[in-house]
């Protein structure tokens, strides 16, 4: 049992940055895979950034490649999503999201994912 919630979001104008946090309660293993979703209105989930614990892969959608970094903190037991250079595209809320298992070819999809965060919001303006 995972239970996750999620801090940071804010307003900021384009090309600036924002940290979001993502509090973890429950054990982690290293099996475990965190991710950050995103969601804007009218728009399906959408996967952003996400890490396999024990290896440390992370993997990025290719419109964030390079503009936003993904780390867990274990000894915080906090997941991170360090975003930069934003754009007004990516206006949304954010999750974070975990899954006691997880593979290369599912982990950026939220289907994949039974424990999310509240979710919180993000808004960028030109």
């Known amino acids: 049992q995972l239970l996750l919630a999620e801090s940071g979001g804010g307003s900021v104008q384009a090309g600036g940055s924002l940290r979001l946090s993502c509090a973890v309660s429950?054990?982690?293993?290293?099996?475990?895979?965190f991710g950050w979703f995103r969601q804007a209105p009218g728009k399906e989930r959408e996967g952003v950034a996400a890490l396999n614990f024990g290896s440390s892969s992370t993997f990025y959608a290719p419109f964030v490649q390079g503009r936003f970094t993904i780390s867990l903190d274990n000894a915080k037991k906090t997941l991170y999503l360090q975003m930069s250079s934003l754009k007004p595209e990516d206006t949304a809320k954010y999750y974070c999201?975990?899954?006691?298992?997880?593979?290369?070819?599912?982990?950026?999809?939220?289907?994949?994912?039974?424990?999310w965060g509240q979710g919180t919001q993000v808004a960028v303006s030109s």
């Open positions: 999201a975990g899954e006691p298992t997880g593979s290369p070819s599912t982990i950026l999809s939220p289907r994949f994912y039974n424990y």
């Open positions: 429950g054990d982690i293993h290293p099996s475990y895979c």
